[in-house]
């Protein structure tokens, strides 16, 4: 089943209406009762660690530069990445993964800080919800073994009571031994409540492209799935052939990076930039530092964020987003299993 373009796709959002994919997993939380799900291991072997090669740099360890430069953002493969638009960005420190388990866990150790999803969910702006949808969890996957209902995501999407960054596909899951693993079930409120705590930010959407094409010129409407990139091979979301030797999340850094020496841009999870989504690049889209409040904007979907890189679960037969331009909105504070994050550091020069 190939992905509809968002145009032909249903407007729904979290709890009423919303254009995205992600989206349309929240009116599954809503018709859906929680449900144990079948967890998977992470990998095959269950590798819990990938060797990273030497931070060479002392300015910033565990960070790399990525240089100024102007380019053209966005993509052809669907509707929401175009269209093409010219950006310019200065040079900026970021993370070279994504942020790991262990990171966020030496952040929460360091404030006693409380993830959205480990807090019950604010029925003032969900109001009408029953009771077991307003007990804190997080939406996760669960690959069926076969599709009944012609394909709807409903089968393979559940709101998780109990699920959060700690316990990632349910309460009797954990990430213990899994600290090179990126932490995922985040918001953006707990991911810029990280950044802050390291002195850092959240990249800007444009930001973000520009270090994952490391230098290169976009390859537009190619939708070559990857091989330097932890994504789904087969027939989502009953068949995964583990070419790529990962079941599920993979550690940080197990593929190649890119020419910037940025890894896992491309797959394993998405992550989270501090942009407001709006279904288009033009001249209305987020456009830093002068960005108009979404709240201002009445075609903007004001409690959605950009996320990219695609995750894991995208497939050539469902979500082609593993590429730079491809991009998504993720609701404020629905926290996914396939959701992460890094930050960057703007400095003056290098």
Known sequence: MKQLPVAARPKLRRWTATITVVSIVMIAIVILRPQPVSLLPTTINESIACSLPP????????????????????????????????????????????????????????????????????????????????????????????????????????????????????PTTSIVGRDALPVVAITIEDAQAYAKWKGRELPTEAEWEWAARGGQAPDLGNVEQPAQANTWQGRFPVKNQLTDGHLGLAPVGCFDPNGYGLYDMIGNAWEITRDRFVPFHDARDNTPPDQIPAVARPDSLSSQYVIKGGSYLCAPNYCMRYRAGARQGQEGDLATGHVGFRTLLRTATK
């Open 55 to 170: 931070d060479k740099q002392s300015h910033h360890p565990g960070m790399v530069w990525v240089p100024d430069g102007k380019f053209t953002i966005g993509d052809t493969v669907y509707e929401e990445e175009g269209p093409q638009q010219p950006r310019m960005v200065s040079g900026f420190w970021m993370d070279r993964t994504e942020v790991t388990n262990k990171e966020f866990s030496e952040f929460v150790e360091a404030t006693g800080y409380v993830t959205t999803a480990e807090r019950p969910v604010d029925t003032t702006a969900h109001p009408n919800l029953p009771p077991e949808l307003r007990l804190p969890g997080a939406v996760v996957f669960a690959s069926p073994k076969q599709l009944t209902l012609g394909g709807d995501i409903r089968e393979w999407w559940k709101y998780q009571p109990g699920a959060n960054w700690r316990h990632p596909d349910g």
